[in-house]
């Protein structure tokens, strides 16, 4: 079945930087764009930001825009988030999955990767 398993996270001074890790079995990682996700407690999950197949073509929220980067490594059926000059709004819980656009393919989630950002 699919697995998502995501890491990295922690507590961080604001400006620091993270690097978030999800390794993913039970599909065929390579033929799927994946996503990151956030999630906030009483808000709906959003999207920050999305690589191709390839890994060729990026997306990133306007929230984040310069200073994550999404990137994968198909070898090891992993993607990753590099997340610099974070803000306390960045605390969330982060995820990822498979996506088409903005939505998340598989319906179940790993158990996410906690990022607290604050002073």
């Known amino acids: 079945q699919v697995q998502l398993v995501e890491s990295g996270g922690g507590l961080v001074l604001p400006g620091g930087s993270l690097r978030l890790s999800c390794a993913a079995s039970?599909?065929?990682?390579?033929?799927?764009?994946m996503s990151w996700y956030r999630q906030t407690p009483g808000k709906e999950r959003e999207q920050v930001a999305l690589?191709?197949?390839?890994?060729?073509?990026?997306n990133y929220a306007d929230s984040v825009k310069g200073r994550f980067t999404i990137s994968r490594d198909n070898a090891k059926d992993t993607v990753y988030l590099q997340m610099n000059s974070l803000k306390p709004e960045d605390t969330a819980v982060y995820y990822c999955?498979?996506?088409?656009?903005?939505?998340?393919?598989?319906?179940?989630w790993g158990q996410g990767t906690q990022v607290t950002v604050s002073s």
């Open positions: 690589i191709s197949v390839t890994g060729g073509t990026t």
């Open positions: 039970g599909f065929t990682f390579s033929t799927y764009a």
């Open positions: 999955n498979a996506a088409r656009g903005r939505v998340p393919v598989w319906g179940s």
